[in-house]
């Protein structure tokens, strides 16, 4: 079993940044996906952005390219989600999940069945 814990969410306005942690523990698991997804009220939920633990191929959904990086310290099997540019649309509850098995790709993200383990989730309000 892998747990996740979620922290950095906090409110800014339009423009802002903020960075997002996850931090893993329990199993350990070097070949595995991790990503972010997030839910606005009334919406499905999303996935944000992933990246692949052995290799650091990263992707992203179209609606944050270029505005928010993944990066991962796998030192402290930590996963970081750096916004910029931070818009009202990006409201919403950010979940960290990770993957069991080997491999990452950027359709992952559109699938959330495929992703065995889930964080609590951190709120990202954004006002305009």
């Known amino acids: 079993q892998v747990q996740l814990s979620e922290s950095g969410g906090g409110s800014v306005q339009a423009g802002g940044s903020l960075r997002l942690s996850c931090e893993a523990s329990?199993?350990?698991?070097?070949?595995?996906?991790m990503g972010w997804f997030r839910q606005a009220p009334g919406k499905e939920r999303e996935g944000v952005a992933n990246?692949?633990?052995?290799?650091?191929?990263?992707f992203y959904a179209d609606s944050v390219q270029g505005r928010f990086t993944i990066s991962q310290d796998n030192a402290k099997r930590t996963v970081y989600l750096q916004m910029s540019a931070l818009k009202p649309e990006d409201t919403g509850l950010y979940y960290c999940?990770?993957?069991?098995?080997?491999?990452?790709?950027?359709?992952?993200?559109?699938?959330?069945?495929?992703?065995?383990?889930w964080g609590q989730g951190t709120q990202v309000t954004v006002s305009s």
């Open positions: 999940a990770a993957t069991r098995g080997s491999g990452c790709s950027p359709g992952f993200l559109s699938r959330p069945s495929l992703w065995s383990y």
């Open positions: 990246i692949w633990r052995a290799g650091d191929d990263r």
């Open positions: 329990g199993e350990s698991d070097q070949n595995n996906c």
